[in-house]
C-alpha cells in the first residue's frame, strides 16, 4: 500500500496564480481532509468529505475549493494564489473522523 | 483563546530523562484524544490514544483529566529518537459536526 500520497512536494506560485493539489488514498478511507500548517499554529482544517460527492467546510476554507468525485482522490484546488497561502499542506484519510488520521507527506507552497 | 493549547518549548532533556507535556483543551464537549508525533519536515503520525483511564505503551504514558480539561504524555527514559513535536489532538462533536483540533505542538529535543 502506497497510503497516502501528495503531488507536488513543493511548488512556487505568483500571486494570483491557480493551481491543484493532488491528494490520494489506497486504503479505501471514506474519511479524507486537508490540513495547512503554519509555525505555531498547529495544523488546520480547510475542508474535508466524508465520502465520494460530499464535501464540507472546515476551520479556514476561504480561498479553496475541493470535490470528491471518488473515494481514492481529493484534490486541493487554489481559485487565486496570495502570499498569505504560503504554507504546508497535508491531506490525510482514516476510516473515521475520530480514527487514526495517515497522513501524506505534505506539499510546501511558497506564493510570492 | 485557543481550542487547545500546548507549550510550544523547546524541553531540552540528557538521555534517560523523563519528561511530561501537558495539552489544555477549551471544549467540554471533547470526546476523544490522541497524541500524534511529527519529525521535522515530515507529516504527522499517531502516537497514542488517551483514554479516560490512561493507557501506557511501552515508556509512553498518556493521562486525561476531564475536570481540568487537559491531557498528558509523559515519556520515561528518553532516547535521542523521541526528539519530536508532539502534537495534542483532541476530537468535538457538535451541532457543526464531528471534527478534530490539533495544538500547536511541543518540540522535544533529547540531548546526549
Known amino acids: 500500500n502506497a497510503g497516502v500520497t501528495q503531488t507536488p512536494k513543493f511548488q512556487v506560485l505568483k500571486t494570483g496564480q491557480s493551481m491543484t493539489l493532488q491528494c490520494a488514498q489506497d486504503m479505501n478511507h471514506e474519511y479524507m481532509s486537508w490540513y495547512r500548517q503554519d509555525p505555531g499554529m498547529g495544523l488546520r482544517l480547510i475542508h474535508y468529505s466524508v465520502g465520494a460527492g460530499i464535501t464540507d467546510q472546515g476551520e479556514v476554507p476561504n480561498g479553496y475549493n475541493v470535490s470528491r468525485s471518488t473515494t481514492e482522490d481529493f484534490p486541493l484546488r487554489l481559485l487565486s494564489a496570495a502570499p498569505s497561502q504560503t504554507s504546508v499542506y497535508f491531506c490525510?484519510?482514516?476510516?473515521?473522523?475520530?480514527?487514526?488520521?495517515?497522513f501524506g507527506p505534505g506539499t510546501r507552497l511558497t506564493v510570492t | 483563546r485557543k481550542e487547545v493549547e500546548q507549550d510550544p518549548g523547546p524541553f531540552n532533556v540528557p538521555e534517560g530523562a523523563t519528561v511530561a507535556f501537558n495539552c489544555t483543551y477549551s471544549n467540554s464537549a471533547s470526546q476523544s484524544f490522541f497524541w500524534y508525533r511529527q519529525d521535522c519536515r515530515k507529516e504527522p503520525k499517531l502516537l497514542m490514544s488517551?483514554?479516560?483511564s490512561g493507557n501506557e505503551d511501552g515508556r509512553f504514558t498518556a493521562q486525561l483529566n476531564r475536570a481540568s480539561q487537559y491531557i498528558s504524555l509523559l515519556i520515561r527514559d528518553s532516547k535521542l529518537s523521541d526528539s519530536a513535536t508532539y502534537l495534542c489532538v483532541v476530537n468535538t462533536y457538535n451541532n457543526a459536526g464531528n471534527m478534530l483540533t490539533f495544538g500547536g505542538g511541543t518540540r522535544l529535543m533529547v540531548k546526549p
Open positions: 490525510a484519510s482514516s476510516d473515521q473522523i475520530q480514527g487514526e488520521q495517515y
Open positions: 488517551v483514554y479516560s
